[in-house]
């Protein structure tokens, strides 16, 4: 299968309009798990997501506490080097080693930082990491230009290759382009979570920046199966068990709106699941989507999102939906014309 590609920002890196996402197989037994996940499984997932086309993993030191990271690095060790994907992972999130389950701490601290880049190659088994990116903005009291001054240190040093950050705002970002360049944002965007459209995608555009949105399924809510039993039959350990989108009446809404995507996935022979990732993909900004699979048929379930090119009129009628459902915040309608023009072949 061959995949849209575009520019990582002003890189230069060409990635697929889709990534895998390596947060779900970090399995569970931490606080933001998902539950119990087979390694095997995990690996022919990842197996299946290449074999389509996909070109890039985001996967992250925190996701399973650091399981995700090995599991990615054994696939990767499997690989001939030219086969293998860009693997972009992230720093800053600090676990209790004696209590998996109380929340990591958000730290940003220099040494810190460098620490955890050697102990990611070390799981990874690479050289170099393509993409590393910091996870949350740092609650230490930290500054900010320390951090991103060690990033560009890491960089110059070739353990990194591009610098971007994840959920930072503006201000942040503003900070850190007075430094060296910020190769990408992390955000998360999806029809239910729109708000980073006003501000910090637009940002980005100007600013020459990636933006790679995350949680574009809202983590498995606009997909074609879910319902409110699987939120009760979800592992205890499931953090979405707890979240507020998940839980009435905020679920009753974003099932409504998933529901009204059903016909418009009908007329183009795919799942919601494509739709909501390809709704997405035509922001002007917006570069390229992380998806999350636990099996290699959720990959076939959304991997022709990739491709899919929502007309103005779907766009027109999904905003219609976004409004009478109530679900989410921030705008609903991309301007078409600018993203036409972004795929490369």
Known sequence: MKINKRSLGSSGLQITTVGFGAWAIGGGGWSFGWGPQDDKVSEETIRRALDLGINWIDTAAVYGLGHSERVVGKLLRSLPVSERPFIFTKCGLIW???????????????????????????RLGIERIDLYQFH??????????????????????????????????????????????????????SLIRRDVAAN??????THETGLICYSPMQSGLLTDTFNAQRVASM?????????????????????????????????????????????????????A??????SPGQVDGWIDAANLQLT??????????????????????????IARSRDVA
């Not at 998940?246 to 974003?254: S, T």
């Not at 022979?269 to 390809?278: E, F, P």
């Not at 939906?321 to 014309?337: D, Q, T, V, W, Y």
């Open 96 to 122: 209790d080693e004696q209590n998996p389950m109380q929340e990591p701490k958000r730290v940003l601290k220099p040494q810190s930082i460098r620490a955890e880049c050697e102990a990611s190659l070390r």
């Open 289 to 294: 989507a992380i998806v999350g699979a636990r």
């Open 312 to 337: 103005p009129a779907d766009l027109t009628e999904i905003a219609r939906h976004i409004r009478r459902s109530g679900a989410g915040s921030g705008p609903s309608l991309p301007n078409r014309e």
């Open 200 to 205: 910090e995608i637009p940002w980005c555009e």
């Open 136 to 189: 949350w903005p740092d609650e230490t009291g930290t500054p900010i230009e320390d951090s991103w001054s060690e990033m560009l240190r890491l960089i110059e040093e070739g353990k990194v290759r591009l610098g971007g950050v994840s959920n930072f705002d503006i201000g942040l970002l503003d900070r850190c382009t007075v430094i060296r360049h910020v190769d990408s944002l992390q955000s998360p965007f």
């Open 235 to 287: 592992a205890k350990d499931d953090w979405r068990r707890q979240a507020q989108e998940f839980n009435p009446p905020n679920l009753e809404r974003n099932l409504t709106l998933r529901n009204a995507l059903q016909p418009i996935a009908r007329r183009h022979g795919m799942s919601v699941s494509s739709v909501a990732i390809a709704w997405t993909l035509s922001w002007p900004g917006v570069t």
